[in-house]
């Protein structure tokens, strides 16, 4: 049993529903809808993320002999429900923002549209994948924002991800969302991002001194040198690391970059240039790493410190300052009817919707969501991908996606490039949408 594609990892309740649905003969289609209530404080933007999981999970979607086995032995579900079980496959429609869309709160970022118990049963782990994967590219196109193109930025962050699907998804999305690369190994294998990678402080206290420590490194790894200079005194690193380069030059190994972890980085980057520069290392670059994220990156540029790459781990794979999001999977529309839900503070919008974006200059001015079928000014968002259970086109490659994602953030308003707090983007509803809910208010009343 595999922990991550078994269709057990969900939560009780889908199943009992499930339970009550088949019970009550009600096995019309469901529209639920995936969105965000609310953007968390300081972020602005969203960048839509997960779809590629989402497909890979509703395509091999299947309850195993194993699976049934262990349902029937807990004593809570009936005969019809594992035979319902036994036979299910995703056979719906599902309507998305391609993966990389710029998105804000109160739009659909996914609409699935199958039989109520099937729709049902997959909320728990398609809300678990667009969640995360979400957060992480939004936190990614923040750093990249804030880098804007003077630094290269790495995904340093498996080892303290919260699991590790956590660490491979934090990679895959961000990269997406514009690093160039990450330390995970498996996100090589899997989606082709370039990988990076140094040494630890372990590796430099292993040898008897640190020129011995990065001369035998770099013999090992003549493409990859970049060398931790911090594990001691980090001028008295930055001079061994000028020596060991020298020596090595001279071997036919060029040292790529130093690596700073620790200390105060904006006098200590500076003192570094100045040594490698002396030494006619001007073309060894300098690599921070240590509680990165998005103000550190933007502070120590914009203060001019002469860092060419950051290597960004912990507060990019758990979101630190933002790490979750008010989000939902609602029913929308059943057996042809609009549904919404009315609860204060988490009331929703009813039916099958689209999303309209209207630019200005090339840049977004302003959305208005709008029921399904309505035309409206603007270029329209949602497309359908999933048709019966197949997938309508080839999965786009995670390299036109990054492209995607640039494209997408070219068109940012200002405002919306800043890290603090700003006005919020406008997104609208549009009459149709309100005459709907205010007809469902009544119907439901």
């Known amino acids: 049993m595999n922990a991550l594609t078994t269709p057990l990892l969900t939560d009780l309740y889908q199943l009992t529903m499930a339970e009550a649905y088949l019970y009550a003969g009600m096995e019309e289609s469901a529209a639920f809808e995936f969105y965000v209530r609310d953007l968390p404080v300081n972020r602005g933007f969203l960048i839509a993320s997960g779809l590629e999981s989402v497909r890979r999970f509703l395509e091999n979607l299947h309850f195993s002999s194993q699976d049934v086995a262990y349902l029937a032995q807990t004593g809570r579900f009936s005969k019809k ?14 309507y998305a923002l391609p993966e990389g869309t710029v998105c804000f709160a109160n739009e659909p970022l996914i609409r699935l549209v199958a039989p109520i118990p099937l729709a049902q049963l997959v909320e728990t782990r398609l809300i678990n994948l667009l969640h995360f994967e979400t957060i992480i590219s939004s936190k990614a196109a923040r750093c990249s924002l804030a880098a804007d193109g003077r630094a290269t930025l790495v995904d340093f962050g498996l080892r303290r991800a919260h699991g590790a699907e956590a660490g491979l998804l934090a990679a895959r999305s961000s990269y997406m969302a514009g690093f160039s690369g990450s330390a995970t190994v ?153 549904r919404m839900k009315t609860s204060q503070g988490k009331a929703t919008w009813p039916g099958c919707k689209q999303i309209f974006r209207r630019s200005e200059n090339g840049l977004m001015s302003g959305d208005t969501v709008t029921v399904s079928g309505d035309r409206l000014e603007g270029r329209p968002l949602m497309e359908k991908v999933m048709d019966n259970g197949r997938w309508l086109s080839n999965s786009p490659d995670l390299k036109e996606i990054a492209l995607r994602v640039k494209d997408q953030m070219a068109t940012l308003p200002e405002h919306l490039r800043r890290l603090e707090t700003v006005p919020a983007y406008a997104v609208a509803f549009s009459s149709a949408l309100q005459k709907l809910r205010s007809e469902t208010l009544r119907s439901q009343g």
């Open 186 to 338: 498996l996100a090589g294998a899997l989606y082709g991002i370039p990988l990076f990678g140094t040494m630890a402080h372990s590796y430099i206290e292993a040898f008897g001194g640190e020129q011995e420590a990065f001369v035998s490194y770099a013999r090992a790894n003549r493409n990859n040198v970049t060398l931790l200079i911090d594990t001691y005194d980090t001028l008295q690193g930055a001079g061994h690391a000028v020596k060991a380069a020298r020596q090595l030059a001279q071997e036919g190994i060029r040292t790529h970059a130093v690596r700073l972890d620790s200390g105060d980085i904006p006098t200590l980057s500076r003192q570094v240039r100045n040594l490698l520069d002396q030494n006619d290392l001007r073309e060894v670059g300098i690599f921070v790493s240590g509680n990165i994220d998005e103000y550190a990156i933007r502070k120590l540029l914009d203060e001019g410190a002469p860092v060419n790459g950051f290597g960004v781990g912990t507060k990019l794979d758990t979101s630190e300052d933002a790490p979750y999001l008010e989000c939902a999977y609602k029913l929308v529309e059943y057996a042809g009817k609009p």
């Open 81 to 94: 429900l594992l035979d319902y079980l036994s036979r299910l496959r995703f056979t719906g429609d599902l």
